[in-house]
């Protein structure tokens, strides 16, 4: 008896937990963005070219497309072509591209970002895969010839 309720007690708690992280589970802004998928493709371009970036938006385009459906579909991207656009301001994503982008343990360089953003802030994303939204100083900071 006691081994069953003690088991009981685990399956609660157990489901509990996931039901609680699921309903709680909020996906940041910057994690929604279209800056999170291109971040993630970048990487893996980096990663299949022994850590060479794209030359030019067509090449890291090519590489996109060329991805299995499935992992597009999980990173939720349904058209390569709007992942260059900002659902925020509506304009391309400013694009820079460097034969040899930062890897890890090294400090990441700033690959794409807004044009211009909402309320004075702007997503940026770095090459090794993080996204941040900043204002106009920490901008400057980070893309100081945009």
């Given at each position: 008896?006691k081994?069953r309720?003690?088991?009981?007690?685990?399956?609660?708690l157990t489901?509990s937990?996931?039901l609680?992280?699921?309903?709680?589970?909020?996906?940041?802004?910057?994690?929604?963005?279209?800056?999170?998928?291109?971040?993630?493709m970048?990487g893996?371009?980096?990663s299949?070219?022994?850590g060479?970036?794209?030359?030019?938006?067509q090449e890291?385009?090519e590489?996109?497309k060329?991805q299995?459906?499935?992992e597009?579909?999980?990173?939720?991207?349904?058209?390569?072509e709007?992942l260059f656009?900002?659902?925020?301001?509506?304009k391309?994503?400013k694009?820079?591209?460097d034969?040899?982008?930062a890897v890890p343990g090294?400090t990441?360089?700033i690959?794409?970002?807004?044009q211009?953003g909402?309320q004075?802030?702007?997503y940026?994303?770095?090459?090794?895969?993080?996204?941040m939204?900043?204002?106009e100083?920490?901008?400057r900071?980070?893309v100081?010839?945009p």
């Amino acid at each position: 008896m006691k081994q069953r309720t003690c088991l009981a007690l685990v399956s609660i708690l157990t489901l509990s937990l996931v039901l609680g992280c699921q309903n709680g589970a909020t996906t940041s802004p910057t994690e929604s963005s279209n800056l999170k998928p291109l971040a993630v493709m970048y990487g893996r371009f980096i990663s299949s070219n022994q850590g060479r970036g794209p030359k030019d938006e067509q090449e890291l385009k090519e590489f996109i497309k060329s991805q299995p459906s499935q992992e597009l579909s999980n990173l939720g991207v349904t058209d390569v072509e709007s992942l260059f656009v900002s659902a925020r301001d509506k304009k391309p994503y400013k694009l820079k591209f460097d034969p040899v982008p930062a890897v890890p343990g090294q400090t990441s360089n700033i690959f794409a970002w807004e044009q211009v953003g909402i309320q004075g802030k702007r997503y940026v994303a770095g090459t090794l895969g993080e996204i941040m939204e900043v204002d106009e100083n920490k901008f400057r900071q980070l893309v100081p010839n945009p």
